[in-house]
């Protein structure tokens, strides 16, 4: 501090006004860079924007477009101040590779996060199953992609556990198959099931004409005879074709004199008595 302090006493004011005007200099270069490349990225996300790019492509985009302006904006106020940038480039350059080793699992989650941006497995708003975790996609990051469960609760799930395990886009299409297993008694009439459950799935008007809805005796179970009713619906509807299906046929089935068993198992007790055995000494 003392050699400061004389460094700063053996200054004229000439010299000093000169390093208050490069310091403000540097800053209003950073100020007014920085709010050059906000726009900059701005205007780069909404051309994208026209050209019906998907959304979470432009965020990542744009992201990663502003995080660049930024650097160059920051090494252009160093350099205003006097500052050679070339050794300071290279000491970045080697912080950056040690930087790295030490964050592998970071740099994974980035190279992962550019994969899913660039082969879009599935984009915001699709419901996935990925990383483990079943939502609603809300955005991708560098780093982590952010869903949002069914009960509203909010995810992070790290992007290198999403593309090192399987992805299942239920909302890649426009339609669905609705898989039901429905159980009749041995004891009913197969003809009078299958009418009653063709019946009722075709009367449901959220059902589609195309695809055929497939009704099929799938399996002679231990106490069922079991039919794989498949009829197709618009993924939106899948859920609720569904309750609505199974509470249907329930009720019809019954209504026509069909059961539905629910798994018996028959136990035969055999109650024998074990002979007596022993030796009697007189």
Known sequence: MESLQEWYANLE???????????????????????????IAALARKTLSKRQLDAMLIAFLGTILYGLLLLCVILASISYLGVSVTPMIAILGGAALAVGLALQNSLSNFASGVMLVG????????????????????????????????????????????????????????TRRCDLLIGVGYGDDLKVARDTIWKVITDHDKVLKDPEPAILVMDLADSSV?????????????WVVRSELLEKIKTELEAAGCSIPFPQRTIHHLNETPARTGTNSD
Do not use: C, M
């Not at 004011?13 to 906000?38: N, S």
């Not at 609760?153 to 290198?160: D, E, G, K």
């Not at 079991?226 to 899948?238: C, K, Q």
């Open 13 to 39: 004011t000439a010299q000093i006004l000169a390093i208050a005007w490069k310091v403000i200099g540097a800053l209003l270069i950073f100020i007014i860079g920085r709010w050059v490349a906000k726009a």
């Open 119 to 174: 082969f879009r497995p599935f984009t915001k708003g699709h419901f996935v199953e990925a990383g483990g975790v079943s939502g609603t996609v809300e955005r991708v990051g560098l780093f982590h992609s952010h869903l949002v469960t069914p009960d509203n609760r909010s995810v992070i799930v790290p992007n290198s556990e999403i593309t090192s395990s399987p992805i299942t886009n239920y909302s890649a299409f426009e």
């Open 226 to 238: 079991n039919f794989a009713v498949r009829p197709w619906v618009l993924t939106s509807d899948y």
